[in-house]
Each structure stands twice: as C-alpha cells, then as structure tokens.
C-alpha cells in the first residue's frame, strides 16, 4: 500500500526528519478504488518510535468484480504490519508465503535485506465484493538489522492478548504494554494496540515507552480538555502521563510508540534504509529485474507482472 513520497512534497525525505507536532492529520491518496490515508511519514513527524508508515486503508465498499490489486514490488530495511478491521486481503510474497489476512489477525513481514510482496482481493472475494477497511504499518528496523534475511509471520486473531475492564477492550497487536507481550515478533522496544471504548471510558498510554501516539479511527477523544474527531493522530512528548477519554458515542483506537530510533531514515519509494548509498544498491537491483540470480525475486504465486520503479 504505497505511493511514491518522493513525488509528494509534504512527505521528509533524507536529512528533513521530526519537528515534534501534536496533531497529524493524515493526506489522502486513491490508490485505483480505494483511499488510503497516510499519517507517517508527515511534513512534521517522520517517525513515532520505530512506526515509520502509518496508513489507513478505507473503509471501501468493493462491488462485485472490482478489488485490491497491488503488483509484487519490493522492500528494504523495514517490517510491516498489515491489521484489518473487515474484508480479506491476500498476501504474497517472494519467500513463498501464500497467506490470506482476515480481520483481527496480523501479517508481520520484515523486509531486511530484501523482499517482494504482492497484496490482492481475489478469487472469491473478487466474485462476491467486500467492505475493507485497515491499516498498514511500516517500521524501521535498527540499523544492526537492514540486512537481515527476509521472514513473514502470520498471527491469528486469537493468539493475541486481550485486556478488557472499565469499558474498553485492546487487543495488543505487537510489543509490549499494560503488563502484556504480544506473541508477534518485535524487533525493537515498541507497543502497537487496537482499543475499543466505550463511551466516557478511559485509557492510559503506556508510561515506559519513550514515544507514543494515538490514531482515532472512529469517534472523538478528550486529551487535557482538547476534543479531536476521527483521521488525527496524536502524538505526545516523552515521560508525561496521558490517557485518552472517548466521547460520547465512544471511540476506536490505535495506539503506538517504542524507542526511538537509532538515527533518522531515508525513504525512496517502498525502501527504507539508514544511509542513501543502501537505497542506491536496491535501486538499481530492482531496475535490473534478475528475478533468477539478482537481489530481489518475484512472489511465486504472483509473478506475471511488478511495479516497475519511479524515473525519479
């Protein structure tokens, strides 16, 4: 799920990283038949912890015969995490993973070195038409990482912690949180949760991650007497307490952080790196298309056709 931030002048590229702001509101793009709103990277925040992407996909009504069609194309240096709330979304990618994504579950891929990855709504879910909506996040890997082997893990919905009292429900996506650990793979000191509130239901932030932020999928929040609607993240200074009330007709949450990162990161296209020179290397292994012998190859089940790279 991705354009081109190279192309959008509101995105920070390179060395332009975190002027600390409270509240981003995200850019829409339409991607063919659905919109995905993007919070991360934004012209103030490149990053909160490790959350380097943060999209929102949807909601969308799918008719029959119309979908999600996201050629293979590749990744460095980044893991991401793929969360719907409803619809299917297939996932493919060059290891051979053929996995499908249901509500509630998580797709955790770490790129590393390199992968390519397709993500398509096929076969029956073509033929019968779906309502999507979810969320796509990127994150940066420590620099000791960017070249790791490429891995998937897939987790089902009922593997993760559930905390729920006091009119709230959360689901922990990954990390560590309110005394609980997710199952999915963490590689570095973060928090990534789903949070239901009821109306006037309260939650805290976590107080020993160093970053943290709140995305408002439905509903509105109180913060320190500021009420904020839906489509805003909040993104909150280090050591203080905060916790978030729910308005009137309750509230949906993502809430997110970690440790900060080991110094900033450069973005071009779905690459991630911590130096330009890492970027150039799997520019021009993907423009080389040596799908048998190079850097990169195509999802076995998918790989009639790709995303060529940006001209520029």
Avoid: C
């Amino acid at each position: 799920m991705s354009w081109n931030p190279i192309l959008d002048p509101t995105i920070p590229i390179g060395d332009a990283v975190d002027a600390i702001e409270t509240v981003i509101v995200p850019r829409a793009r339409d991607l063919g038949g659905f919109e995905v709103r993007r919070a991360l990277p934004s012209a103030k925040r490149q990053m909160v912890g490790p959350f380097i992407f943060f999209d929102q996909i949807g909601p969308a009504e799918l008719l029959t015969g119309e979908g999600i069609d996201v050629r293979p194309h590749p990744h460095i240096g980044l893991g991401t995490v793929t969360y719907l709330l409803r619809g299917r979304l297939h996932h493919r990618d060059s290891l051979g993973t053929d996995q499908w994504i249901e509500p509630g579950a998580v797709n955790w891929m770490k790129a590393g070195w390199g992968i390519t990855h397709s993500e398509r709504t096929d076969g029956d879910v073509r033929q019968t038409g779906q309502s999507m909506f979810g969320l796509q996040t990127w994150l940066a890997l420590p620099k000791a990482q960017e070249d790791d082997p490429a891995a998937f893990v897939h987790t089902p919905k009922a593997d993760l912690p559930v905390l729920e009292g006091e009119g709230k429900t959360v689901r922990l996506i990954l990390g560590r949180a309110w005394g609980e650990t997710a199952p999915t793979p963490a590689l570095s000191e973060m928090f990534y949760a789903d949070a239901t509130l009821a109306p006037g239901a309260a939650i805290p932030l976590p107080d020993d991650q160093e970053d943290r932020g709140v995305y408002i999928l439905q509903g509105e929040v109180t913060v320190g007497g500021q009420t904020f609607p839906e489509g805003r993240m909040l993104v909150f200074r280090p050591g203080d307490r905060i916790g978030v009330r729910a308005g009137g007709q309750g509230a949906r949450l993502m809430l997110l952080g970690g440790a900060t990162m080991d110094g900033p990161r450069f973005i071009w296209w779905n690459f991630v790196a911590s130096s330009k020179d890492r970027i150039e290397a799997a520019k021009e292994a993907w423009r080389a298309g040596d799908w048998t012998h190079g850097r990169f190859r195509l999802p076995p089940g998918d790989k009639d056709e790709f995303i060529p790279a940006p001209d520029t």
